[in-house]
């Protein structure tokens, strides 16, 4: 059989791709992601756009293996197979944009947290990334049945105009989302980092909610569209199955109905019209999208 011929986008090494001003979106299981709402965000883009895979980090580095053991499965031959918890990067070619993304999977690590911060910040170096966007979720006092909140922050002023965004403001303990931002921010990439709230009374994951309201906003900050397949209807399953819950408690529907009433309060702008806009582009974009190949 004739050898065919190589892919000119991918090779044996992440130094041999070559991507179009490529921004890197990055979530990490554990500390930072409630509900698993970041990770999940991260694995939808991978899935609807079909992600190939660059590189992975050395697990034995970064992880104490008594914390995050390596599991045990049977691939499709039923031949037992052994993974490592790591952290994976995918590149993503988008025909109809200006860019491409790269994709950062990864589990918080164990140790050495400014090496493995400084591995992908070599990563964004040698494909050039014209942006870092890292997710985050966190427990918060917001009602599962409104729109949850995303926090978008960054520290470089340009963007900060630009996306009219805020500063981080944040002072306390942080997770490896804050050390891998700091490090972007002193490497001179810019970068953002987004937070969604997800209702503490039902942190557990999954929260397809605040995966959903991750991508959205990653929508509107790269001026793209994602394909979100059955993820809006997910994401309406678990408010109902939420409500339900809340239905069986008087405490917890009370309390949810306090939250409810402090958003509503607090939020009346947002019935804007130029939040109404946003929503109709956003709507508008996904309609006019081919649909997704496979």
Same mark, same amino acid.
């Given at each position: ?14 130094? #041999? ?41 050395? $697990? ?17 031959? !039923? ?87 805020? =500063?981080?403001?944040?002072?306390? =303990?942080?997770?490896?989302? !804050? ?8 490497? !001179? ?15 557990? $994951? ?57 958003? #509503? ?23 006019? #999208? ?5």
């Amino acid at each position: 059989m004739p050898e065919q011929p190589a892919d000119p986008t991918t090779d044996d090494t992440t130094h #041999d791709v070559v991507l179009r001003n490529p921004v890197v979106i990055a979530a990490f299981e554990g500390w930072n992601d409630a509900g698993e709402s970041a990770s999940q965000a991260v694995a939808h883009l991978h899935d609807v756009w079909d992600a190939n895979e660059l590189t992975e980090f050395d $697990p034995e580095l970064y992880h104490d293996f008594q914390v995050n053991r390596p599991t045990v499965h049977f691939d499709d031959d !039923g031949r037992r197979r052994l993974t490592w918890p790591t952290t994976r990067i995918s590149a993503v070619r988008l025909p109809d944009g200006p860019r491409d993304v790269i994709l950062v999977r990864g589990i918080e690590p164990s140790m050495r947290w400014r090496t493995y911060a400084a591995e992908l910040v070599d990563v964004a170096r040698t494909h050039h990334a014209s942006l870092v966007l890292t997710l985050g979720a966190l427990l918060a006092d917001v009602p599962h049945t409104r729109p949850l909140p995303v926090t978008s922050s960054s520290e470089d002023p340009e963007l900060i105009e630009k996306l009219d965004i805020e =500063p981080s403001r944040y002072e306390g =303990p942080t997770g490896i989302v !804050g050390v891998v931002q700091d490090t972007v921010t002193a490497a !001179g990439i810019p970068s953002v980092s987004l937070w969604a709230a997800i209702p503490h009374y039902v942190g557990q $994951p999954p929260s397809p909610k605040g995966t959903l309201a991750l991508l959205r906003r990653i929508e509107e900050l790269l001026d793209l569209s994602i394909p979100l397949e059955e993820l809006p209807e997910d994401a309406r399953a678990w408010e109902r199955g939420v409500d339900e819950l809340a239905g069986e408690d008087s405490e917890i529907a009370e309390y949810v109905q306090q939250l409810e009433e402090a958003k #509503d309060t607090a939020e009346l702008p947002e019935a804007s019209g130029e939040a109404i806009a946003r929503e109709f582009e956003r709507y508008l974009r996904r309609r006019d #999208d081919p649909p997704r190949r496979g």
